[in-house]
């Protein structure tokens, strides 16, 4: 398929373009509808185009609603919306299930950030540092985070 060639080469506004141009193919019942719903998100992501992201991660988890990728996805999209509160509870709630995983953390350092809860982020911080203790952003934030006197 285009698409997947498209998204697998980075050229997302490629991938773009040709899922807008079959929506009949995006919305068919077939059993690619959830794998190409998948890529046109991740697509959407890479683009910035958020609303269109929010439209396939909602038909994502509707197929499944557990997926700790979908749910990670969403948490994003609630904090690009400035839906801090929202996307706090939903990492919290992945933290909970996936206890040390990077991504959730770095996100969880992030949001916490955004809501002025210092306290909650660098202790999300540290637990990002132990679980990547060589990974660049992790030292930069926890060097800012050290200037502003927070950790």
Request: hydrophobic letters at 45%.
């Amino acid at each position: 398929m285009m698409v997947q060639a498209s998204f697998r080469e980075g050229r997302f506004f490629d991938c773009v373009r040709d899922i807008e141009a079959r929506p009949d193919v995006v919305n068919s019942p077939t059993s690619v509808g959830p794998e190409l719903w998948r890529l046109a998100l991740a697509a959407y992501l890479e683009v910035r185009q958020v609303d269109q992201a929010r439209i396939f991660v909602g038909r994502c988890l509707a197929e499944t609603p557990d997926a700790p990728d979908l749910l990670l996805k969403q948490a994003s999209i609630l904090a690009l919306d400035a839906e801090y509160e929202r996307a706090a509870e939903q990492l919290l709630a992945l933290h909970r299930r996936l206890p040390g995983k990077p991504a959730i953390l770095k996100r969880l350092v992030a949001v916490f950030e955004q809501m002025r809860d210092t306290g909650k982020a660098a202790a999300f911080l540290r637990a990002y540092q132990k679980a990547v203790p060589d990974d660049p952003w992790g030292t930069s934030k926890a060097e800012h985070f050290r200037a502003l006197g927070l950790v």
